[in-house]
Nanobody, 128 residues
Framework: QVQLVESGGGLVQAGGSLRLSCVAS????????MGWFRQAPEKDREFVAA????????VYQESVKGRFTISRDNAKSTVYLQMNSLKPEDTAVYYC?????????????????????WGQGTQVTVSS
């Protein structure tokens, strides 16, 4: 069983920055691929970024490339999402997710179905 707890959300003006954190329970964090997803009101949950267990591989949704950075600290069982140059369209609830079955990114890393544990979400609101 893996528990994920996100933090770091809030209200920020367009062009600003936030760093989200997600702390995982358990002692095998380095064996999990991790992802960040987001869900805006009345929209489906969408993939944002993912990182392999070692941190050596990262992937991003096209709309956040160059603005967001995913990273992890396995000693702290924490994955981060640094978000810069935020836009109003980034407003959403952000969720971290764990794929506890593999340390590498699967071919379906962008799909909700590839992740078996989810956090409760943290709200990010970007004002114009």
């Amino acid at each position: 069983q893996v528990q994920l707890v996100e933090s770091g959300g809030g209200l920020v003006q367009a062009g600003g920055s936030l760093r989200l954190s997600c702390v995982a329970s358990g002692r095998t964090f380095g064996r999990y691929a991790m992802g960040w997803f987001r869900q805006a009101p009345e929209k489906d949950r969408e993939f944002v970024a993912a990182i392999s267990g070692s941190g050596s591989t990262t992937v991003y949704q096209e709309s956040v490339k160059g603005r967001f950075t995913i990273s992890r600290d396995n000693a702290k069982s924490t994955v981060y999402l640094q978000m810069n140059s935020l836009k109003p369209e980034d407003t959403a609830v952000y969720y971290c997710a764990a794929d506890s079955r593999r340390p590498y990114l699967s071919g379906g890393y962008y799909s909700n179905n590839e992740y078996d544990y989810w956090g409760q979400g943290t709200q990010v609101t970007v004002s114009s």
